[in-house]
């Protein structure tokens, strides 16, 4: 058969088989291709038009153009929202420098290290409920273990998630717990990579201390950095479980993110403004498509140099 | 097929109407349940449970289904008198209801629904959704009986449904505080000021409040509202004819300045659900709570006894104004999509029946107020009160609640702005101005 094959005209197979090599990829790909075109690129064209419309869900979608958008502009809600991104963004980037530091820490042979490693791995395979409610019982003003603790240094009872100022920070520094973790996590498998014929030839020109982590270790964990910061940023953006356990946006809306207050407008009990929510949404969806495009775009250069 | 009827339910008994948008399951103790059609003729599914992490909801199991056994049972009794009719029934969770019902109104309907009444069900009727069943309403045994609810199932001259429980709103004090610091149920509104002086002096607080989920406050504007300008204001202004910078709205607010400066209410209330401000009344940090009946029963479980609990009605504050009181009210409809109209307007006159009435709502079921007035209530010490209050007290009208009779997305904005002024009082102004700038836009 085989020598039958081989002397077949190119003609003669059939056109399946003549295109095998550039159709089979993409034959594989379908399923993928068709499942992420139908639940999320087509919903994210369909949530952009419902933005411009006037609708709840039930009677008739009314076309009102941008005004969904014009409305937005004099939110003060969305405003603050849009401040609480952006404080989420930055301070949520300390869970990448905790984790490194945390896993140069857990990066050595010690006994029971293991047990280490998984004990501070731990947060993160909690559920982002459980994160939640644990901190807001820590925080409680009264009966909390941290205004127990500043007690113990003669300061008075915080009420951090009841303070407008501090709801916020005290959100994201719940959220940073399982962060680091996760960062951590990305870290340690980073720092197995490094090579140690490098730190070696470091040591021998005399890198130690912080110009040999600045110089040598953390070039080297580049990778790691890189999908650390972007599992980060997209988790700052998409921060709602903690908010809603924690908060529940309160108090009176101060700790509200885009995603919260998107879900706030269109699905909660009292909201059912499809299209007020489809422009939050589309507004997040930009600024995350920002992000997006430059990850993608430096991961390609990153290829290209190769 | 012919002659099936589908059962919708939800209803709860010592809960308000739902409040937190999401995971309800951590907040929500299993008091509310809903009943959905299963595809098994019948068959009574399961309810998607969820685990209630709230500090009253560790006793009492039996009491805890009894919202659900007595929807069953009531079916059951409806049954038996039509033998001919063949009922499913599907429980479910009440958070998961408020989603659900605009998707099962639109298809496949169930042929009775349950919802809310007053300004929580005219999305459903403006959409067309609800049947108009005035009809009903013109038949003797409901137009005698259910006069004083007809005014809430009553949107644009018709009315869209059936009453089947409602409860009062008031205040619960702690009895043994007041005998200690000798004093007694306010008759007026320096009464009620001078008691909370004095029990602001004696170290506590006049009354606990857990606002973090924003409609407990909504709850003391309405009553605020009622007592000092009146309940046709209140509506008016539920109807969106008044602005929030009204001097009117700006007495209201002032009162409840008086309040908020003379620490009445609970530190960090703000923090708080309303199940936990509980124990500051059930420890004594705080005398009163003002609240639906249904705090009575976590308020009996965590171990306050008649003697240490009672009840008052909120006192006359604007001696012109006659008094008015929330009284929530939960209800029956039949879907506009329903296949068997004839038969669920037989369950609805079952429903409203005297008897049933007075069955549903006795003390081993729900354990809240008849609607009909014929119906005999069970012979509950807040129950009786209520009862009277309601019936012979309530002159000036009755109202449903602030987030039922606001708009939704007013109520939403408004009862944020409550919130924010019962902790910085200061900044009235900005959040008036807020509120009449939503309030331009809703209407």
């Known amino acids: 058969m085989a020598t039958a094959t081989s002397t077949e005209t190119p003609a003669d197979r059939g056109w399946y088989k003549r295109n095998e090599i550039a159709i089979t990829p993409w034959l594989f790909l379908a399923p993928a291709i068709l499942f992420f075109a139908v639940y999320v690129i087509i919903p994210i064209f369909q949530s952009i038009g419902i933005s411009f419309y006037d609708w709840d869900g039930l009677g008739e979608a009314r076309f009102v153009g941008v005004d969904n958008y014009v409305e937005l502009l004099d939110d003060s809600a969305f405003e603050v929202s849009l401040w609480n991104n952006l404080k989420w963004l930055i301070f949520y980037l300390l869970a990448i420098p905790a984790g490194l530091f945390i896993a140069l820490f857990l990066n050595q042979t010690v006994t029971g290290i293991r047990i280490y490693k998984s004990l501070f791995f731990f947060p993160f395979v909690l559920s982002q409920v459980v994160v939640g409610l644990v901190f807001s019982w820590f925080y409680l003003p009264n009966e909390g273990l941290l205004s127990n603790f500043l007690g113990w240094f003669g300061m008075g009872p915080v009420n951090v998630l009841g303070d407008p100022t501090w709801a916020t920070y005290g959100i994201i520094a719940a959220g940073l717990w399982p962060q680091t973790a996760y960062c951590m996590i990305l870290y340690l498998t980073g720092l197995n990579a490094v090579d140690p014929e490098q730190v070696e030839a470091a040591r021998l020109d005399g890198a130690r201390g912080w110009k040999m982590l600045w110089y040598v270790i953390i070039p080297q964990l580049k990778p790691a950095t890189f999908i650390a910061f972007v599992v980060t940023i997209i988790g700052a953006l998409r921060s709602f479980d903690l908010i809603s356990i924690m908060t529940n946006g309160g108090p009176f809306g101060q700790t509200r993110v885009l995603s919260f207050y998107m879900f706030e407008k269109a699905l909660s009990e009292y909201g059912f403004r499809m299209g007020y929510g489809a422009a939050i949404a589309t507004v997040l969806f930009f600024i995350m498509l920002f992000f997006i495009a430059y990850f993608l775009w430096s991961m390609w250069k990153e290829e290209k140099g190769r | ?443």
């Open chain 2, 1 to 443: 097929m012919q002659n099936r009827v589908s059962l919708f339910g939800t209803h709860f008994i010592v809960e308000h109407s739902g409040r937190t948008p999401c995971v309800p399951c951590l907040r929500r103790p299993l008091r509310r349940l809903a009943l959905l059609p299963s595809r098994q003729a019948g068959h009574l599914q399961a309810a998607i449970r969820c685990l209630a992490i709230s500090r009253f909801s560790s006793t009492h199991r039996t009491r805890r289904h009894a919202p659900r056994a007595t929807m069953e049972a009531m079916i059951a009794r409806f049954q038996a008198e039509h033998p001919g009719l063949n009922i499913e029934t599907t429980v479910i969770d009440r958070e998961a209801y408020k989603t659900q019902i605009r998707n099962f109104l639109t298809a496949d309907s169930p042929d009775v629904a349950t919802w809310y009444a007053a300004n929580r069900m005219r999305p459903y009727v403006e959409a067309g959704l609800f049947e108009d069943v005035s009809d009903l309403w013109e038949e003797e045994a409901i137009a005698t009986n259910l006069a004083s609810t007809k005014g809430a199932m009553t949107i644009d001259g018709k009315q869209w449904g059936v009453p089947y429980t409602y409860y009062q709103w008031g205040v619960y004090y702690r009895k043994d505080i007041y005998e200690e610091l000798g004093l007694t149920e306010p008759a007026n509104w320096d009464e009620f000021k001078s008691n909370c002086q004095a029990i602001v002096d004696s170290g506590r607080s006049c009354f606990t409040i857990g606002s973090k989920f924003l409609w407990t406050a909504g709850g003391w504007f309405d009553y605020l509202n009622l007592r000092t300008n009146g309940f046709d204001f209140h509506m008016d202004m539920a109807a969106g004819n008044v602005e929030w910078t009204d001097d009117r709205v700006r007495a209201t607010f002032a009162n409840w300045r008086e309040l908020i400066d003379m620490g009445a209410f609970v530190e960090n209330h703000q923090n708080y659900s309303w199940q936990e401000a509980l124990p500051f009344m059930v420890n004594g940090e705080s005398a009163g709570y003002l609240m639906g009946n249904f705090a009575v029963a976590p308020l009996r479980e965590a171990g306050l006894t008649d003697d240490q609990l009672d009840f008052y009605q909120f006192p006359t504050i604007n001696p012109g104004v006659e008094y008015a009181e929330d009284a929530p009210t939960d209800t029956f409809h039949i879907p506009a999509n329903a296949a068997n109209k004839e038969a669920a307007r037989e369950f609805l006159r079952f429903v409203v029946s005297a008897n049933e009435q007075t069955e549903i709502n006795n003390g081993s079921n729900l354990g809240q107020l008849p609607v009909n007035a014929s119906s005999s209530i069970d012979d509950d010490k807040f129950l009786n009160e209520g009862f009277a209050m309601l019936s012979s007290n309530s002159t000036g009208g009755v109202a449903q609640f602030f987030d039922r009779d606001f708009p939704a997305e007013m109520a939403a904005e408004a009862m944020q702005g409550f919130q924010e002024f019962m902790v910085f009082p200061d900044n009235l102004d900005d959040i008036l101005n807020r509120l009449e700038k939503v309030r331009q836009r809703v209407y």
